[in-house]
């Protein structure tokens, strides 16, 4: 049994997986390539995003594997035979244990080392593509659009990078309309992302409401052109990236960086140790939902909606707690009550599929002579 839950769940585990990562790949694939990137970034970036997938998809693979053996245990009568022979449910919930603390072990290795190392990988990624994507903007000779209200033209750009004759066209801003004149320019690395920085040139403010035109004239002037791709090109660190270690107990400095609240990271931290508990619950509820009905040549389809419907229980309570944890950082021991909930059900179902069933048996009737 325990052989059939494995390479089930493995088939199960490899379809969810493509199919989560097919709808994820198409945006990713449209958003390099349509960059400029070649097709190992894709890969690579596709990669990095895999730990994450299979982190989501894991418990459901292990549902539907325990469903589909179970059932098609129970219509061969495997069950039935086992059953006859002295096993109780609990008993014959075994492989199904160790299945579900096998997946379990595998969602704890994804939560606490792969999807944090991945976010941080793909976050570092994602800050150099943004820079290079800024020096292929750079061209000379040709009017760009790298941004809605932006136009950026280069007349000239010599072998020492030094760009001659610019134009800056900045609209984004309503009412106001921005034209930036500069001799030379250079684009430079900071802390905060590139920045152009431009030479002998001259700023034309037009306001559109009162039709006034101000004209700066400067010796240099710095712009953010990091801005023209994206709001930043650099990603603070989020609570993903975090160790698990760290956000148990989180530093006001680590919060201070991040951003997060204190609530916000005890939850993260403890939801982490809960879900690999998840694939294991998963598992019971799905053989014990289905080993209260017994055998029936019309199969286990209401065990089987059953089961489904105490799982998204499950999963409704997880969301209710996720709510009140993040909120306060007080009541980050509710995290923990949809699984203490989810193994009383997987028992209480284990407990009414063991009760002793009388079976009526037929008394012959005497004929009389």
């Known amino acids: 049994m325990l052989s059939q839950l494995m390479m089930l769940f493995g088939f199960f585990a490899l ?27 894709f890969l690579e970036f596709t990669a990095l995003t895999l730990p994450n997938v299979i982190r989501l998809v894991l418990p459901i693979a292990a549902f539907v594997a325990t469903i ?22 609990v008993r014959l919930a075994r492989p199904v244990v160790y299945f579900g603390l096998i997946v379990g072990l595998m969602m704890a290795i994804l939560v606490h080392v792969l999807v ?40 000239q750009i010599t072998p020492t990078g030094e760009m001659q004759d610019i134009f800056l066209s900045d609209t984004r801003k309503p009412g106001q309309h921005t034209t930036y004149t500069a001799e030379r320019a250079l684009v430079v690395r900071s802390d905060t992302g590139p920045k152009l920085v431009m030479f002998e040139g001259m700023a034309q403010t037009l306001t ?6 101000s004209v700066t004239r400067f010796a240099d002037f710095a712009f953010d052109i990091g801005t023209l791709i994206s709001s930043s090109t650099r990603r603070p660190l989020s609570v993903e990236e975090l160790p698990t ?5 989180p530093t006001e400095s680590v919060m201070a960086e991040i951003g997060a609240t204190r609530s916000a ?44 419907v105490l799982l998204i229980l499950v999963q409704f309570l997880a969301n209710g707690a996720a709510n009140l944890a993040a909120e306060n950082a007080t009541l980050w021991p509710v995290v923990y009550v ?32």
């Open 15 to 41: 379809v969810l997986v493509s199919v989560y990562w097919v709808n994820r790949a198409v945006a990713l694939f449209d958003q390099l390539i349509s960059d400029g990137q070649s097709a190992w970034v």
């Open 68 to 89: 589909y053996v179970t059932n098609r245990l129970s219509a061969e009568s495997e069950l039935v035979v086992m059953q006859a022979t002295g096993f109780s449910p």
């Open 116 to 155: 944090p190392a991945s976010r941080t990988k793909l976050a570092e990624r994602r800050g150099e593509i943004a820079e290079n994507i800024t020096a292929r903007f750079l061209s000379e000779g040709a009017f760009l659009h790298p941004a809605s209200g932006i136009t950026f033209y280069i007349r």
């Open 208 to 213: 559109t409401a009162s039709e006034r035109l």
């Open 245 to 249: 270690s760290a956000l148990l107990a």
């Open 265 to 308: 990271m005890l939850y993260a931290g403890h939801e982490r140790l809960t879900q690999p508990f998840l694939a294991l619950i998963a598992a019971l509820i799905g053989f014990a939902g289905l080993m209260t009905g017994g055998f029936s040549r019309f199969g286990l389809w209401r065990q089987i909606t059953g089961s489904v």
């Open 338 to 369: 949809p699984v203490l909930v989810g193994f009383a059900i997987a028992g209480l179902l284990l407990a009414f599929a063991g009760r002793v069933r009388r079976v009526r048996r037929a008394v012959p009737s005497v004929v009389a002579s």
